[in-house]
């Protein structure tokens, strides 16, 4: 079973998207589906993610 975090960024109310350590992605207001990838995928959306983040600037 995975143990699911938040992002200490993440507000109250269940709007929130958390992470295990297992990569799955869930939705708080769904908690009993959750999206499998691979450590890779996860790895190259992080990459994509800071990559936007630093050429928006």
């Known amino acids: 079973m995975t143990t699911w975090r938040k992002s200490s960024y993440s507000g109250g ?5 958390e992470i295990g350590r ?7 207001k ?9 450590a890779n995928a996860w790895s190259a959306f992080l990459r994509c993610l ?3 983040a630093t050429t928006a600037r």
Not at 13 to 17: D, K, L, R
Not at 22 to 28: F, K, L, Q, W
Not at 30 to 38: F, G, I, N, R
Request: charge should be negative; aromatic fraction near 4%; hydrophobic fraction near 35%.
């Open 13 to 17: 109310g269940n709007n929130c998207v």
């Open 22 to 28: 297992s990569v799955g992605i869930r939705d708080s």
């Open 30 to 38: 769904a908690p009993a589906t959750h999206l499998p990838v691979s």
């Open 50 to 52: 800071d990559h936007f």
